[in-house]
């Protein structure tokens, strides 16, 4: 499968690898720690860690389309097809959540309409509220990282926005500052500058000698995720392979701007193309299909059959069910408004 207007097919396949990570940690870990302890282990702390970096595929990612959008887009474009691309399903689960609280209480932390207000308007991050809707803390991080980069590009390609900019570069500089998990994101951001001039050099390095390079970033990366080091501006120091994270991440995906190398055509392939395409929706949704999931298997289940039969089957319900509803959800849902307000389709960007 090659990659179609430009658009790199293997990242949007790792979009697919990474929504699947996140996935497949929350669900495991949910039944260890709220149904059946004993399945746990070494390996639920190895989840936990892949979990995490799969958010930060997510931050790369966005950097490095965003970045794109800001250099062709006017404000109005940039924001409208921002906003029609997020907030539509953001609001959805994040209503959702907001009156199921405050009918069930669910979390009494997340109680009363300074919380919802806070969520709606992303100043969570400032305001030190809780996200309501699972998951959406990191749309939070999302929405300030376009904000930052668009206005920042813009001044420094047509010098206009100067105040904007001002306060853009405040606030990432706060962001890298306290939340080292922001420079994923200004990776993904340097890549997507430079990406025409690094692939040349790419695609001159012998395929073979590629592949081998290619593989050898992934096992590292493998390694360094699952042992769980992490990067930190104030650890780095003092725990360098924190800091090995990010370089690697950014070296493997120099490596997948050749579409010719095995990983590549791996994560081009349409059955993680598929889940690329859907991992927003997947990704706010699964806690609530998990929830549902997990109450029917410990009503109904737990204590009948052999635990490893009754998790097996837990993770085979979750994901089905999971899979059907964000199937519904992505395509009657948010691609119709999606492509009603923007004429586009979610779907790889093809226009409609």
Same mark, same amino acid.
């Given at each position: 499968?090659?990659?179609?207007? &430009?658009?790199?097919? *293997?990242?949007?396949?790792? $979009?697919?690898?990474?929504?699947?990570?996140? %996935?497949?940690?929350?669900?495991?870990?949910?039944?260890?720690?709220?149904?059946?302890?004993?399945?746990?282990?070494?390996? *639920?702390? =190895?989840?936990?860690?892949?979990?995490?970096?799969?958010?930060?595929?997510?931050?790369?990612?966005?950097?490095? =389309?965003?970045?794109?959008? #800001?250099?062709?887009?006017?404000?109005?474009?940039?924001?409208?097809? $921002?906003?029609? $691309?997020?907030?539509?399903?953001?609001?959805?689960?994040?209503?959702?959540?907001?009156?199921?609280?405050?009918?069930?209480?669910?979390?009494?932390?997340?109680?009363?309409? =300074?919380?919802?207000?806070?969520?709606?308007?992303?100043?969570?991050?400032?305001?030190?509220?809780?996200?309501?809707?699972?998951?959406?803390?990191?749309?939070?991080?999302?929405?300030w990282y376009y904000i930052v980069t668009f206005f920042i590009v813009s001044y420094l390609n047509s010098k206009k926005h100067y105040v904007l900019f001002l306060f853009s570069?405040?606030?990432?500089?706060?962001?890298?500052?306290?939340?080292?998990?922001?420079?994923?994101?200004?990776?993904?951001?340097?890549? #997507?500058?430079?990406?025409?001039?690094?692939?040349?050099?790419?695609?001159s390095i012998n395929l073979y000698l590629l592949n081998f390079v290619q593989l050898s970033l992934l096992i590292f990366l493998v390694f360094f995720v699952s042992t769980g080091?992490?990067?930190?501006?104030?650890?780095?120091?003092?725990?360098?392979?924190?800091?090995?994270?990010?370089?690697?991440? %950014? *070296? %493997?995906?120099?490596?997948?701007?050749? *579409?010719?190398?095995?990983? #590549?055509?791996?994560?081009?392939?349409?059955?993680?193309?598929?889940?690329?395409?859907?991992?927003?929706?997947?990704?706010?949704l699964h806690p609530y299909s998990y929830l549902i999931s997990r109450n029917i298997i410990s009503k109904y289940l737990v204590g009948a059959t052999s635990n490893v039969m009754?998790?097996?089957?837990?993770?085979?319900?979750?994901?089905?069910?999971?899979?059907?509803?964000?199937?519904?959800?992505?395509?009657?849902?948010?691609?119709?408004?999606? &492509?009603?307000?923007?004429?586009?389709?979610?779907?790889?960007?093809?226009?409609?």
């Amino acid at each position: 499968m090659k990659n179609i207007n &430009n658009f790199i097919l *293997s990242f949007h396949g790792m $979009r697919g690898i990474a929504s699947l990570m996140v %996935f497949f940690t929350h669900i495991i870990n949910g039944y260890v720690i709220h149904v059946d302890s004993g399945i746990g282990g070494a390996w *639920s702390k =190895v989840l936990s860690n892949i979990g995490v970096f799969g958010v930060e595929i997510f931050f790369f990612l966005s950097g490095f =389309v965003i970045y794109k959008a #800001s250099l062709r887009s006017s404000v109005k474009s940039f924001f409208m097809h $921002r906003f029609w $691309r997020i907030y539509p399903l953001f609001l959805l689960f994040t209503l959702f959540y907001f009156i199921s609280n405050e009918l069930f209480v669910i979390d009494e932390n997340k109680l009363g309409y =300074v919380n919802l207000i806070s969520n709606l308007l992303f100043l969570d991050l400032f305001l030190s509220t809780k996200s309501l809707t699972p998951n959406a803390w990191s749309l939070t991080f999302e929405v300030w990282y376009y904000i930052v980069t668009f206005f920042i590009v813009s001044y420094l390609n047509s010098k206009k926005h100067y105040v904007l900019f001002l306060f853009s570069l405040a606030i990432s500089i706060y962001l890298l500052l306290f939340y080292p998990i922001s420079m994923y994101f200004a990776l993904g951001v340097a890549l #997507s500058i430079c990406d025409k001039r690094v692939k040349s050099k790419v695609l001159s390095i012998n395929l073979y000698l590629l592949n081998f390079v290619q593989l050898s970033l992934l096992i590292f990366l493998v390694f360094f995720v699952s042992t769980g080091n992490k990067f930190s501006w104030v650890l780095t120091f003092d725990n360098l392979y924190g800091l090995f994270i990010p370089v690697l991440l %950014f *070296s %493997f995906m120099v490596t997948l701007l050749s *579409s010719k190398t095995l990983i #590549s055509r791996f994560l081009s392939l349409k059955q993680f193309v598929f889940f690329g395409n859907i991992s927003f929706a997947l990704y706010l949704l699964h806690p609530y299909s998990y929830l549902i999931s997990r109450n029917i298997i410990s009503k109904y289940l737990v204590g009948a059959t052999s635990n490893v039969m009754v998790f097996l089957f837990y993770l085979v319900l979750t994901s089905v069910l999971t899979l059907i509803l964000t199937m519904i959800i992505s395509k009657y849902f948010e691609n119709v408004v999606y &492509n009603k307000m923007t004429n586009k389709n979610i779907y790889l960007g093809v226009r409609k």
